[in-house]
C-alpha cells in the first residue's frame, strides 16, 4: 500500500514512544515516575460526572454540529468574565483542543503554505500541519534565554510571501512560558502589519502563577477578524479523558469555513459536551486550589533541578510543564539507559526527550519536557533520581 | 482573512441547510416530518448508560490514543462470530466512523489522487477527501437500474494513474442497496487487479432485511492487506452522540500511519469507549427487533411512494435509507415550497435533496433522500402529504 506523502511527514508522538521500554521496566520490578505525559492526577469536579448520570434521555442523539447549545451558553458566560462578548456563533465545540486546531489548519493552510511557531512547541502541532500539505517555520530560541519569541527582530524576518499565520501556546507547552500584555500586544500588531492569522491555543489560561488575571488574545479588538483561539476543557477541568474543545473567533467567515468541518463529523460527544457545561459552574475557588498545588509542585521540581550541576532551566510561569537543558550527549539515549540499565531506590524517571519539540533538525537534543502532573513526594523522589543519574550516566557531559 | 483551496471546495451539510426554513414553518405551527436525518428514536440499549453511570474514577482521564481495551477486545469478539480474527493492533476505535474515514483518506490520498465513489453517495465523504487535496471521481448509476454499480464494466473504464482507491458504503447511503456475494467479490478482484485500496464503510452491516447474515470485506483474505473497514457504533446500538467508529485493517504499516493521526489527537472520548464496549454486550434478539421494525417502516415508505405517481423508487434491501426520483422540477425548490407554502392537515416535509449526493454536476436534482427513522405512523402521514404535495407543486412535471 502507498501511503501519502502528507502521512509520511508525520511521526508518532515523542510522549508515547519509550512506552514499550517502559512496560519492560515495571515488569523488572521498577517504579516508574512520569513526567512525560500531560495526565494530571488532579480529580474531576463531580460536577462532570453528576451531569452525566443525570443524563435521562433514552436515545443518546446527535447535537448540533457546532455544540450543544448550554455548553456555547456557559463558555459565553465564562468569557464575559474576562471582559470578552461572544455571540453564539462565534464559538464551536469541537472534539478537544486537538480538533480545534486540526479545523483552523484545514481552514487556512494549502500546500505550501507556512505557519511561524515558536520552537519548542507541542509536537502535535507538527501532525496538523503537515496533514493539510503546510509546513511550521519555527521561530528560534535558546534555553539560554528562557526560551523568549515575542520579539520584532526575531519574528519579522522569517516572514515571507508563504507566510499565513502565527500559532502561539500562551502559556506554553513545553516550556511553561507566559506572555506578558506588551508582548501579546507585539504580536498582534505583527499579525495585522503583515496580514497573518493569529493562532492562539490557551487551553492551559488558568495555570499562570504570578498573576490572578485571565488574558486571552481575544481581549485585543483591532485584531479580533484575524485572531482564532484555541480552548479546551480537558486541562482546565482535569478532564482528559472528556474530549471537547472549542474554536473560537470573531471572523464569522472562518466559523462559517469550520462549520463545514463540523458538519461533516456530525457532532462531538453528546455526553462529554453534557458534562463540560456543567463544569463551567465550578467556581473560582476551584481554580485557587488547583492553581496553588501546581505552583508548589512547580518549586519542587525547579528547586530539585537547580541543585543538580549542569542543568538549565528557567522558573515556569504556566500551564504544567517545563523544558531543562541537561549536561548530558543525547536524550534518547538517556531515556533509553534511564529506563533499561538504571535505577535508584527501586525507581526511574520518564520525560519527554526534546528534539521533537523542535523544527530546526539537531536543535533539542540534550533538553527534555518534565509534567509537573503528579504529586509533590513523587516530584521529589523523581528529582533526587535524576540527580543520581546523571551523575552516574556514561554520557554525561559534565564530571 | 484567506482560506485554503482545500476548505472552499467542500459544503456545508445538505441534511442541514434547510433548518432556519424549517424553524420559520414550526413557528407558523406546522409539524415537520423528519425524513432529512438519519437519526433514529429507536433507544439506545440501557447497557450503555449503565456503564457509563457505574465509572468510578475520580480522575476522568485519556485512555489509549488507539482505543480502551475493553472496546478493543468488544470488537474482537464481535467479528470473530463473522469468522474475522483481528489482532489488538488491527484496529483502532476513533471518533465516530467520520474521523476513521477522515484519517484513512488523510492516509492514502495526496494532491491530484482519486478515489472511486458509487454516485449517489453519502455527502461528507467529499469533505473528507477535499481536505486532503485529493478528488472523487463517481462511478455514474442510474435510479432506472436500482442504482447498481457493482460492475467491471462501469468501473475500470474510470481508473486511470491517479486512482488509488474505491470507497463503498455497504449497506449503502443513501440508496439502501446491499452487495451480493458475488459483487464483494467482484470489487475485491478489481482492487487487486489495479492495486488500490478498497475502503468499505459498513456501519450499517445489521441493517439487512433480507438475509440473516452478516458479511464484511474483512472475510475476503485474499485481498486482506489491501481492505480497509470503516465501522461505528453509532447506528448498530442507535448511540449516535456516542461518538465511536473504528478503523480496522490487516495492513499493520497502515494502522500505524493511522496510529501517527490516533496520537496527534490524543484519544477519543473515555466515557463513549466504555458505553460502547458494554454495548457490544447486546445480544442478537436486541437487533433481531430494531431490524424488524426498521423493515416495517421501509414497507411503509416503500407501499406509500409507490401509490404516488411519478415516482421512482427501488425497495431497498438494507440501512434505513432510500433514495426516490420525484416527478418535479427541482427538489431544492419543491423542498423550500413544502416548508413556506404547503402543508396538509397540519403538516409538511424534510428530505436531503437528490443532487449533493452526487459528484457529477446536474445529476440528482429531481431526487430526495429518505431516512425511515421515525414511527410507522409518522411515515404513513409522511407519505400522504407527499402525495398531496405532488399534486398541488407548481413544478411538477406529470400532470
Given at each position: 500500500m502507498r501511503f501519502s506523502k502528507k502521512i509520511l511527514s508525520c511521526e508518532l508522538s515523542p510522549m508515547r514512544k519509550f512506552h514499550p521500554l517502559a512496560v519492560k521496566a515495571e515488569e523488572a520490578g521498577k517504579k516508574i515516575y512520569h513526567l512525560n505525559i500531560g495526565q494530571p492526577d488532579i480529580e474531576t469536579p463531580k460536577a462532570f460526572f453528576d451531569a452525566v448520570r443525570n443524563f435521562d434521555s433514552s436515545v443518546l442523539a446527535y447535537c448540533p454540529s457546532g455544540g450543544m447549545l448550554d455548553l456555547i451558553h456557559a463558555v459565553q458566560g465564562y468569557y464575559e468574565k474576562l471582559n470578552v462578548h461572544l455571540k453564539e456563533e462565534e464559538i464551536e465545540a469541537?472534539?478537544?483542543?486537538?480538533?480545534?486546531?486540526?479545523m483552523v489548519m484545514n481552514c487556512i493552510l494549502d500546500d505550501g503554505d507556512e505557519i511561524l511557531v515558536p520552537e519548542p512547541f507541542?509536537?502535535?502541532?507538527?501532525?496538523?500541519?503537515?496533514?493539510?500539505?503546510?509546513?511550521?517555520?519555527?521561530i528560534p530560541t535558546t534555553p539560554e534565554e528562557g526560551y523568549h519569541y515575542a520579539d520584532r527582530e526575531r519574528i519579522e524576518p522569517l516572514i515571507n510571501e508563504h507566510t499565513r499565520a502565527i500559532l502561539i501556546t500562551n502559556p506554553g507547552n513545553p516550556t511553561g512560558s507566559v506572555l506578558t500584555r506588551e508582548e501579546m500586544r507585539l504580536l498582534a500588531d505583527i499579525a495585522k502589519e503583515h496580514d497573518l492569522v493569529l493562532v492562539s491555543d490557551e487551553v492551559y489560561r488558568e495555570f499562570v502563577y504570578?498573576?490572578?488575571?485571565?488574558?486571552?488574545?481575544?481581549?485585543?479588538?483591532?485584531?479580533a477578524d484575524r485572531v482564532v483561539v484555541v480552548d479546551s476543557v480537558s486541562k482546565r477541568f482535569s478532564a482528559c479523558g472528556a474530549r471537547v474543545g472549542l474554536v473560537i473567533s470573531r471572523n464569522l467567515e472562518l466559523m462559517n469555513q469550520a462549520m463545514k468541518l463540523c458538519q461533516s463529523r456530525l457532532c462531538?460527544?453528546?455526553?462529554?459536551?453534557?458534562?463540560?457545561?456543567?463544569?463551567?459552574?465550578?467556581?473560582?475557588?476551584?481554580?485557587?486550589?488547583?492553581?496553588?498545588?501546581?505552583?508548589?509542585?512547580?518549586?519542587?521540581?525547579v528547586e530539585g533541578l537547580r541543585k543538580i550541576p549542569g542543568v538549565l532551566c528557567e522558573c515556569p510561569k504556566g500551564a504544567f510543564y517545563l523544558m531543562a537543558k541537561l549536561?548530558?550527549?543525547?536524550?534518547?539515549?538517556?531515556?533509553?539507559w534511564l529506563l533499561n540499565d538504571f535505577e535508584y531506590e527501586?525507581?526511574?524517571?520518564?520525560?519527554?526527550?526534546?528534539?521533537?519539540?523542535?523544527?530546526?533538525?539537531?536543535?533539542?537534543?540534550?533538553?527534555?519536557?518534565?509534567?509537573?502532573?503528579?504529586?509533590q513526594e513523587d516530584l521529589k523522589k523523581a528529582m533526587k533520581i535524576l540527580d543520581a543519574a546523571i551523575r552516574t550516566y556514561p554520557g554525561r557531559t559534565i564530571q
Open positions: 469541537t472534539t478537544g483542543g486537538s480538533e480545534a486546531l486540526s507541542y509536537p502535535n502541532y507538527a501532525t496538523f500541519v503537515n496533514v493539510t500539505g503546510g509546513h511550521i517555520r519555527p504570578e498573576t490572578e488575571e485571565l488574558s486571552t488574545m481575544l481581549q485585543f479588538e483591532d485584531v462531538s460527544a453528546t455526553l462529554d459536551q453534557v458534562g463540560a457545561a456543567a463544569l463551567y459552574s465550578v467556581d473560582s475557588t476551584y481554580f485557587h486550589a488547583v492553581r496553588d498545588e501546581y505552583r508548589r509542585r512547580r518549586d519542587v521540581v549536561p548530558i550527549d543525547n536524550a534518547d539515549k538517556f531515556q533509553k527501586g525507581g526511574t524517571v520518564m520525560f519527554a526527550p526534546g528534539e521533537s519539540f523542535y523544527g530546526t533538525p539537531g536543535k533539542g537534543c540534550d533538553e527534555v519536557r518534565m509534567a509537573y502532573v503528579i504529586c
